[in-house]
């Protein structure tokens, strides 16, 4: 036994001190090749996965056995043609650059069907739809009459018109539609005879409630008006810089809540607003005293110099985000200011850490989970990544797939741009109604868009139906996506 | 050699290594688990390569250890039914019981005649030695102590009727029940009455009681036996037995032999050329109440078998565990078991080897004997006393140490011999406390904690996947591990369906939780009290058969 034991020791460590080294050489990527030169070349490889799976990979025309998810190894350095491919999809194909010991991961590809699978929700002809952020409804606008709003749930595929037959604003014309995230209310400014009125509609009602609370309002043309979702009793609507509070249970109007503000945003219970070039915080009771988040100073003086309102905005617990009346774009993170003009909107994902942003011509993201360039005697933050710059109108973007993709409006068309700058690119899904907005669910996988002629809501499977997993964990999380500023 | 195996009265140079030595096991188990998870922060790149070298290493290693494991397994089957009376016997008229054993041979079955082949080959090399012929068996005598703290009257019960099961060998057997004095008055009454009952049955039975606080000594177990074994010697002088006849047996008092262990012990010092220059180890399982545990308990405690299983395949490096047996004639020239150490068991090898300058060995022995697997009554409260018990195990590592410290003094043990038993002593306790946790956590951090940099590279993907490929493969180690504590644990009193097996088998992968709390935890925990200088007492596991 002891001469066996010691027998098989040595040949164990023997074995050991072989294949190590060996290991470890092929797992940097070492492959002996009598193609090469020298023999052992360091090569790269490639990695896959499609949604859904099980498509063939094809590069430099040679088809491989494995289907996705896979990782093609031993690529020797060089430029490949690839090509994924599944029955009934659309194929991908890109040319790829491998370096030596790199690997370059393609881990959210989305195969698109042949056909989009089109269905028609409500065979009704419609103007506009406007989605109510991170809920189940969408409205539906028929004519600019409120009369003719309908509601739509988009979870249970169930429309209804907004207003009961027998209310008085049936006929009253809507010229603004306020919402707010997570919030099944929707605030209507309606001209009824000449008077301005302001519609306060709870969605998630079997018969929609609509109380008319004008008589909080002091004024009839507030540029914004905002509410927590958690708290919907507390409206906040600002005239100029001038911040209204109204309680719609007491049913008291608090006049200058707070004066002087460049923006402001209710978040956890709080109110954050901007003035001269600070950041307030004030609870939004109004009871407990001001404080200063960021106090004034010259750096902030700097950053919101010249400048007119601003949407303030807290896409997560950590980070907040400007967006100014000319299209400026800052964020409390480095390096603060994004885009200095002409910024349209910009749709932040559900973790808050990735925003897809647009101007009249471009999109872009924003990625803030990027890891800081080091060694650089200068600490930078992100930029902006533009992903489609060839655009004429764009006007909406959501990010689809977890943040893989963004699809977009432009002009009349909805188009689907990966991130990441694999350079495919973008794909045009649809076109939709003139002037129309559009409406993607990540728990659905589908675009919700009015068909060009007729108006009709249509819908169009972007993710296959098994693949809402996606929505899923949003909706544990708590979160969705915001609409399109 | 003369050395002091104890931690006290040292001179400050001596001191200074001790601490050393102290330090050293835990620092390195702790600087190889937070190293490794520092390194995949900061160089995921060389952690990555790290990883796999040591997967490599283990794997290899695994399949290595398993292999003997079966080895062992089978020849430990081999001997199921050999009738070791018959062979000492026979070798009391050595040189007509050679000559018949070749006419015997061809009646056997195939198991037999492996056995026999076996005998004939220790037969041979026992012959060729020629003078040290052993004592005839009927001149060789045992010594069993069994320390008693606070064990039940009915678990010291069955321990002395396992030993007067040997029926015929029970007239040469002393048995001393090492009495602690500050054990209940209940039990020592209870004691003294099973002493009554069974001293007719051997040549002797003592019940000798240890005084609490004697100079020198620890509340450890190794002081209790010490007493008695100095009161057996006593009484061997007093009845004129030579202690080189004499096997002491240091039973713990939950053991339980069958009626063939003495036998089988006496035949082992025999064959052994030199039997007063080694401990005879038998392999400990834990039959007693196995089926009466948690599940998890029953892996552990089969699993500590198969580790002691796979010891006797490597009798070179083989050390002294639990239930052990020596010659007597050697005890007392070392001076007995450390009397200030928990680890009496493997401390008496230690000793004996720096006394005998390295001329000191383990036989092992192909022979079980029968503890109690811990059970405290509760789940958690059994979980808890699981980890005591592989704590206070553990707490072995105060050995090295002594032996570094031993190995540094002498000069007649060879530096291979040194480095060798040195390297295991310290390498199998680091690995201990350290390669549950590497494998769970820290073979995976350099891919969970990737960084953008890192996870574009194509050792981020292959190191996964070798990761992964690595326990696939361990997994076949497991089966092997299932199939064998299956044969090797005793039948069910009650008989139980297929399921009840397949789900016995199941138990076994709760491998992973138990190696990390129930096996590296505990053995870090004793490393770092070892490294703070945080001392333990003995503790006696909680035990309880229905």
């Known amino acids: 036994m002891v001469t066996l034991r010691k027998i098989l020791f040595y040949f164990f460590v023997a074995l050991y001190l072989v294949l190590c080294p060996l290991i470890i050489l092929y797992a940097l990527g070492y492959i002996f090749t009598p193609k090469v030169e020298e023999g052992f070349a360091k090569t790269g490889l490639m990695h896959f996965e499609t949604l859904p799976s099980g498509a063939s990979v094809s590069i430099a025309n040679r088809q491989y056995a494995e289907r996705t998810p896979t990782t093609v190894r031993n690529l020797l350095a060089g430029t490949y043609d690839v090509k994924i491919s599944r029955p009934g999809y659309r194929s991908w194909t890109q040319t790829i650059g491998i370096a030596p010991g790199k690997a370059v991961a393609f881990d959210k590809i989305l195969l698109m069907p042949d056909e989009l699978k089109v269905k028609t929700l409500i065979p009704q002809s419609f103007e506009d739809l406007l989605p109510v952020p991170a809920t189940r409804f969408l409205l539906l606008f028929q004519t600019k009459k409120a009369g003719d709003l309908v509601v739509f749930d988009w979870k249970d595929e169930i429309a209804r018109p907004l207003l009961a037959g027998d209310t008085p604003f049936r006929d009253a014309l809507i010229v603004r539609s306020f919402v707010t995230r997570k919030s099944p209310f929707v605030l209507l400014l309606v001209k009824m005879k000449w008077q301005t009125r302001f519609l306060w509609c709870q969605l998630d009602k079997e018969r929609p409630e609509v109380k008319d609370i004008s008589d909080l309002f002091a004024g009839d043309d507030p540029s914004d008006i905002q509410w927590e979702s958690e708290n919907p009793e507390n409206l906040f609507a600002l005239y100029g810089g001038r911040l209204d509070r109204m309680d719609l249970k007491k049913r008291q109007l608090h006049t200058g809540f707070l004066e002087n503000i460049q923006g402001f945003d209710p978040f956890r219970g709080k109110i954050y607003a901007l003035r001269a070039s600070a950041l307030l915080q004030t609870n939004s009771s109004g009871e407990e005293g001001r404080e200063a988040v960021a106090e004034r100073g010259a750096f902030l003086e700097d950053l919101f110099r010249n400048t007119g309102t601003f949407r303030v905005d807290f896409i997560s617990g950590r980070t907040l985000c400007f967006f100014g009346a000319k299209g400026e774009f800052f964020t409390n993170d480095l390096p603060y200011r994004f885009v200095s003009e002409g910024l349209r909107g910009y749709q932040p994902d559900s973790g808050g850490r990735k925003i897809a942003l647009w101007k009249k011509d471009r999109l872009g993201v924003l990625d803030f989970t990027k890891e800081m360039r080091r060694k650089e005697l200068f600490e930078r933050g992100p930029e902006i990544d533009w992903i489609f710059e060839k655009g004429m109108d764009i006007t909406q973007a959501y990010f689809v797939y977890g943040t893989s993709h963004v699809l977009f409006r432009d002009k009349e068309g909805v188009f689907l741009a990966p991130v990441g700058g694999s350079g495919v690119p973008a794909e045009k899904m649809v076109t939709v109604r003139e002037g129309s907005s559009v409406f993607y669910s990540d728990k659905t996988g589908r675009l919700y868009y009015l068909e060009p002629g007729r108006g009709h809501l249509l819908s169009v499977d972007i993710l296959p139906e098994w693949a809402g997993f996606s929505g899923m964990f949003t909706e544990l999380e708590g979160q969705g996506q915001e609409p399109a500023k | 050699m003369t050395f002091v195996y104890s931690r006290k009265r040292l001179r400050r140079k001596?001191?200074?290594?001790?601490?050393?030595?102290?330090?050293?096991?835990?620092?390195?188990?702790?600087?190889?688990?937070?190293?490794?998870?520092?390194?995949?922060?900061?160089?995921?790149?060389?952690?990555?390569?790290?990883?796999?070298?040591?997967?490599?290493?283990?794997?290899?290693?695994?399949?290595?250890?398993?292999?003997?494991?079966?080895?062992?397994?089978?020849?430990?089957?081999?001997?199921?039914?050999?009738?070791?009376?018959?062979?000492?016997?026979?070798?009391?008229?050595?040189?007509?019981?050679?000559?018949?054993?070749?006419?015997?041979?061809?009646?056997?079955?195939?198991?037999?005649?492996?056995?026999?082949?076996?005998?004939?080959?220790?037969?041979?090399?026992?012959?060729?030695?020629?003078?040290?012929?052993?004592?005839?068996?009927?001149?060789?005598?045992?010594?069993?102590?069994?320390?008693?703290?606070?064990?039940?009257?009915?678990?010291?019960?069955?321990?002395?009727?396992?030993?007067?099961?040997?029926?015929?060998?029970?007239?040469?057997?002393?048995?001393?029940?090492?009495?602690?004095?500050?054990?209940?008055?209940?039990?020592?009454?209870?004691?003294?009455?099973?002493?009554?009952?069974?001293?007719?049955?051997?040549?002797?039975?003592?019940?000798?009681?240890?005084?609490?606080?004697?100079?020198?000594?620890?509340?450890?177990?190794?002081?209790?036996?010490?007493?008695?074994?100095?009161?057996?010697?006593?009484?061997?002088?007093?009845?004129?037995?030579?202690?080189?006849?004499?096997?002491?047996?240091?039973?713990?008092?939950?053991?339980?032999?069958?009626?063939?262990?003495?036998?089988?012990?006496?035949?082992?010092?025999?064959?052994?050329?030199?039997?007063?220059?080694?401990?005879?180890?038998?392999?400990?399982?834990?039959?007693?109440?196995?089926?009466?545990?948690?599940?998890?308990?029953?892996?552990?405690?089969?699993?500590?078998?198969?580790?002691?299983?796979?010891?006797?395949?490597?009798?070179?490096?083989?050390?002294?565990?639990?239930?052990?047996?020596?010659?007597?004639?050697?005890?007392?020239?070392?001076?007995?078991?450390?009397?200030?150490?928990?680890?009496?068991?493997?401390?008496?090898?230690?000793?004996?080897?720096?006394?005998?300058?390295?001329?000191?060995?383990?036989?092992?022995?192909?022979?079980?004997?029968?503890?109690?697997?811990?059970?405290?009554?509760?789940?958690?409260?059994?979980?808890?006393?699981?980890?005591?018990?592989?704590?206070?195990?553990?707490?072995?590592?105060?050995?090295?140490?002594?032996?570094?410290?031993?190995?540094?003094?002498?000069?007649?043990?060879?530096?291979?011999?040194?480095?060798?038993?040195?390297?295991?002593?310290?390498?199998?306790?680091?690995?201990?406390?350290?390669?549950?946790?590497?494998?769970?956590?820290?073979?995976?951090?350099?891919?969970?904690?990737?960084?953008?940099?890192?996870?574009?590279?194509?050792?981020?993907?292959?190191?996964?996947?070798?990761?992964?490929?690595?326990?696939?493969?361990?997994?076949?180690?497991?089966?092997?591990?299932?199939?064998?504590?299956?044969?090797?644990?005793?039948?069910?009193?009650?008989?139980?369906?297929?399921?009840?097996?397949?789900?016995?088998?199941?138990?076994?992968?709760?491998?992973?939780?138990?190696?990390?709390?129930?096996?590296?935890?505990?053995?870090?925990?004793?490393?770092?009290?070892?490294?703070?200088?945080?001392?333990?007492?003995?503790?006696?596991?909680?035990?309880?058969?229905?």
Request: net charge positive.
């Open chain 2, 14 to 546: 001596d001191e200074f290594l001790q601490r050393l030595f102290e330090v050293l096991p835990g620092a390195t188990s702790w600087s190889l688990i937070l190293g490794l998870v520092a390194l995949s922060f900061w160089m995921p790149l060389v952690s990555s390569i790290l990883v796999i070298a040591f997967l490599l290493g283990w794997i290899l290693r695994l399949f290595y250890l398993t292999f003997f494991l079966v080895l062992s397994y089978l020849r430990l089957s081999l001997e199921k039914n050999t009738d070791w009376l018959e062979r000492i016997r026979g070798m009391d008229r050595l040189d007509d019981y050679f000559a018949s054993l070749g006419k015997v041979n061809g009646r056997k079955d195939w198991k037999s005649r492996m056995s026999l082949w076996f005998h004939r080959k220790e037969l041979i090399k026992l012959k060729k030695m020629g003078e040290d012929i052993p004592p005839p068996s009927s001149q060789i005598y045992h010594l069993v102590v069994i320390p008693i703290v606070k064990e039940t009257a009915a678990v010291i019960e069955a321990n002395i009727a396992g030993i007067a099961g040997n029926h015929v060998l029970a007239k040469q057997i002393l048995v001393a029940i090492a009495l602690e004095g500050r054990a209940q008055a209940s039990l020592k009454e209870g004691v003294r009455q099973v002493a009554a009952k069974y001293r007719t049955r051997f040549m002797d039975l003592l019940v000798v009681e240890h005084p609490d606080g004697l100079p020198g000594e620890a509340r450890v177990k190794g002081a209790n036996t010490t007493y008695a074994a100095k009161a057996a010697a006593a009484y061997f002088e007093k009845r004129r037995i030579p202690f080189e006849n004499v096997i002491v047996s240091c039973f713990d008092a939950d053991t339980v032999v069958s009626s063939l262990y003495f036998s089988c012990l006496t035949y082992c010092f025999m064959v052994c050329p030199d039997r007063h220059r080694a401990s005879f180890q038998p392999i400990p399982v834990y039959h007693n109440n196995i089926w009466e545990v948690p599940g998890f308990a029953r892996v552990v405690e089969t699993g500590s078998s198969f580790f002691q299983l796979i010891e006797t395949t490597d009798p070179e490096k083989l050390v002294t565990f639990s239930s052990h047996s020596m010659s007597f004639q050697a005890l007392v020239e070392v001076g007995y078991w450390p009397t200030d150490m928990i680890s009496d068991d493997s401390g008496i090898f230690w000793k004996a080897y720096l006394h005998f300058d390295g001329h000191y060995q383990v036989v092992p022995m192909l022979m079980t004997l029968s503890m109690d697997v811990v059970d405290a009554g509760a789940w958690w409260r059994t979980v808890m006393s699981l980890y005591k018990q592989k704590r206070r195990w553990a707490w072995g590592v105060e050995n090295f140490p002594l032996v570094m410290r031993g190995f540094l003094k002498n000069k007649k043990i060879s530096l291979y011999n040194k480095m060798r038993h040195g390297f295991k002593l310290f390498e199998a306790h680091v690995t201990w406390a350290a390669l549950p946790f590497l494998l769970t956590f820290v073979g995976w951090l350099p891919t969970i904690l990737a960084g953008e940099e890192f996870s574009k590279t194509v050792l981020y993907y292959s190191a996964s996947r070798f990761t992964q490929a690595i326990f696939s493969l361990s997994s076949l180690a497991l089966i092997g591990t299932i199939f064998l504590s299956m044969w090797l644990l005793p039948r069910k009193k009650k008989k139980t369906s297929l399921l009840w097996t397949l789900i016995h088998g199941l138990e076994w992968f709760l491998v992973p939780l138990i190696l990390i709390f129930l096996s590296a935890m505990p053995a870090l925990d004793a490393q770092t009290r070892l490294m703070f200088n945080r001392r333990m007492e003995f503790w006696v596991s909680d035990k309880r058969r229905a």
